[in-house]
């Protein structure tokens, strides 16, 4: 799950792992989402679906990266002027300009989701009052200071606003490990190669956001892009089900219980980051 049409994904470790290192920008703002994941779907019906193809998304003048084979779903940003990005062994090539794309290759294994109920109905299982809407478009909060709070906090947004789930608790042991996999991702300009590599743990089931042009767009757009996959049409769902839909999986699943999030800003102004998924 992977330009100035950012992008994210998910990957899992332990329940199960799947990445997606496609639609990369190089050279110009913004880049994809790509990840790594695991657990079953949220159940009900999806709302709305980031826009056309698979694989890379596109930048304001440039061209989109490509798509591998990995693992996991990748989405990104849409933007104007760009040409679609390549396709890779996992995803095909994303369409024109302003649309947005997945990518990448399958993920293994994972744990059921036990939330249900269908969009714009009230959810079982979760909060009290809460009508489930998954189409659910929401700003980002005001920035408390703390980007590492932030980005829990969005992801708390989605959940109890959207799901009618439970909020995860910040991992902050963790955010050293997920600040390192940010600039390591970065080094070798591959979104989830801090976790394949094993470089710290604990990673858990992963979302990345890789070289957005901003902290702010991490937070307000890749995460919105992210939960715009929606529920996917099976469960499990793995293969090319998860490809499409693991952001959105990672971000839903009833399995972990906290979140570290890790950021890395380049020499060049480009922000990577990711999401660890812990139980």
Partial sequence: ???????????????????????????????????????????????????????????????????????????????TGGTSGASGAGGRGNSGGGRAGRGGGASFGGAANAAGGSGGKPATGGTGGCVQNIGCKLQAQAGSGDLHQDCVDRINQFRTQCACLPPLSRSTDGEACADRMAEYDAAKNTAHAGYNDKICQPSGAQNSCPGYSSNNQVISLCMQQMWDEGPPPSNPCNGDCFQEYGHFINMTSTSTNKVACGFYTTSSGKVWAVQNFLR
């Fill in 1 to 79: 799950m992977h330009n100035a049409r950012a992008w994210a994904a998910s990957f899992a470790f332990v329940v199960g792992c799947g990445s997606s290192d496609g639609g990369l920008a190089t050279d110009v703002a913004g880049a994809g989402a790509s990840g790594h994941g695991a657990s079953a779907p949220l159940g009900g019906v999806s709302g709305a679906q980031a826009s056309a193809g698979m694989a890379g998304g596109l930048s304001n003048g440039g061209t989109g990266g490509s798509a591998s084979a990995s693992g996991g779903s990748s989405a990104g940003t849409p933007m």
